[in-house]
């Protein structure tokens, strides 16, 4: 951990890691996912089961990934390095895991929402904190 960036990399893939423990954990179904109202919850396709967005937000969520994609090819094109393509991987995998990881937390309304956007932001800095470092490749 010589520099902060590098930090920033490695508590990102340990927010990762966690969050996969915890998806895991969830579709084992060894503790039923109920929302705040106490109904269960019922994915009907695969991008919201990995997600766990619905009510139309998974359609954004693949349309923008889509874009991100396309964005990252041309990047390393223009560029003629693949370090687009990794920061792309980088962000799809760590965005989905955390925004499953916030559907997981948030299902029996333990957790207040106002500690959530405290997490966003702190979440926010370190992801930025480690594309910044894979970019310069001080990470």
């Known amino acids: 951990m010589n520099s ?7 508590i990102c893939i340990l927010v990762i890691i ?3 423990v915890i998806n895991f954990v969830e579709g084992l179904g060894a503790f039923p996912m109920e929302t705040s109202m106490g ?9 919201q089961s990995i997600t766990g967005l619905s009510g139309g937000m998974e359609g954004i969520w693949l349309i923008a990934t889509g874009i991100g994609a396309g964005v990252a090819v041309l990047l390393s094109w223009v560029s003629h390095s693949l370090t687009p393509i990794g920061v792309y991987l ?3 995998v760590f965005w989905t895991s955390w925004v499953r990881m916030h559907s997981v937390f948030s299902s029996g309304g333990y957790i207040p929402s106002d500690l959530f956007v405290i997490f966003y932001v702190v979440v926010i800095f370190l992801f ?12």
């Open 128 to 139: 930025i904190g480690a594309v910044i470092g894979m970019i310069t490749g001080s990470g």
């Open 39 to 47: 109904t269960e919850v019922d994915e009907d396709n695969a991008l």
């Open 4 to 10: 902060l960036f590098r930090t920033c990399i490695y």
């Open 90 to 92: 980088f962000s799809e």
């Open 18 to 20: 966690f969050t996969l």
